[in-house]
Nanobody, 120 residues
Framework: QVQLEESGGGLVQAGGSLRLSCAAS????????MGWYRQAPGKQRELVAG???????NYADSVKGRFTISRDNAKNTVYLQMNSLEPDDTAVYYC??????????????WGQGTQVTVSS
């Protein structure tokens, strides 16, 4: 099986920074796209940022210029550097990875979520 373990969430004041990490482990042949989603209370889960195995990135308009996604393929880890945090960034953040466990098959795996709270 494959596990995704997130870390780095917490409480921060508006204008502050946090760095989230998500490490994949288990039976992994390779990892395709990786990304971060978030879900605020009473709202749907939304894509925050994504990154391909080749390093191409995409971001939600609300975080462009403030958040940076990156990955270390050797460590099967994806990061989310979050700067200039705003109270509206408060949410549970989830990482997701498209993992090749068996050649020719890609399955999506999710982390358990990490809470980010931004105080005003």
């Amino acid at each position: 099986q494959v596990q995704l373990e997130e870390s780095g969430g917490g409480l921060v004041q508006a204008g502050g920074s946090l760095r989230l990490s998500c490490a994949a482990s288990g039976r992994i042949l390779s990892i395709n796209d990786m990304g971060w989603y978030r879900q605020a209370p009473g709202k749907q889960r939304e894509l925050v940022a994504g990154i391909t195995s080749g390093g191409s990135t995409n971001y939600a308009d609300s975080v462009k210029g403030r958040f940076t996604i990156s990955r270390d393929n050797a460590k099967n880890t994806v990061y989310l550097q979050m700067n200039s945090l705003e109270p509206d960034d408060t949410a549970v953040y989830y990482c997701v990875a498209g993992v090749v466990v068996v050649a020719g098959t890609v399955n999506s795996y999710w982390g358990q979520g990490t809470q980010v709270t931004v105080s005003s």
